[in-house]
């Protein structure tokens, strides 16, 4: 075991937290990388297996936990991956050339909020929908 590689899995492991609590609040998938997410798992397991053949310890736990919590973030992607790509009805404001920063800024909260609003609306029509039908 080496310090190094365990404080390395638990940098990258303090990132996918975040990242999944983002997608479960906006479902808003724009952005991440399936192809990526399954790289970081094969290369997880493959950490996992090394272990598991020449130097079982306890940073199997940190490999273990960091490809569950990719796994999680991958499948939100499919989950709201549908949803996210109705974005794309909203173009990007003409004047972002003019104030690059500010304005994708101001463009990416809109429509995190005008999705998510409608997300929200669509969810509770469903739920009530469904209690009236038992």
């Known amino acids: 075991m080496s310090i190094f590689e ?8 303090m990132s996918w937290p975040i990242s999944i609590a983002k997608s479960l609040r906006t479902k808003v ?11 970081l798992c094969f290369g997880y397991l493959c950490g996992i297996a090394h ?4 130097s079982m310890d306890w940073v199997i736990l940190l490999y273990t936990l960091n490809m569950v919590l990719v796994a999680i973030d991958l499948t939100l992607y499919f989950k709201y991956r549908g949803l996210t790509s109705k ?7 003409h004047n972002s ?12 909260n809109q429509l995190v909020h005008q999705f998510s609003h409608k997300v ?11 209690w009236r039908s038992h």
Do not use: D
């Open 6 to 13: 365990a404080t390395m899995l638990i940098c990258f492991g």
């Open 29 to 39: 998938v724009a952005g991440k990388s399936p192809l990526f997410m399954m790289l």
């Open 51 to 54: 272990k598991v053949l020449y």
């Open 87 to 93: 974005l794309t009805k909203y173009p990007m404001p």
């Open 97 to 108: 050339q003019q104030y690059p920063q500010q304005t994708l800024a101001t463009w990416e």
């Open 120 to 130: 929200r609306r669509f969810h509770r029509q469903h739920h009530h929908r469904n």
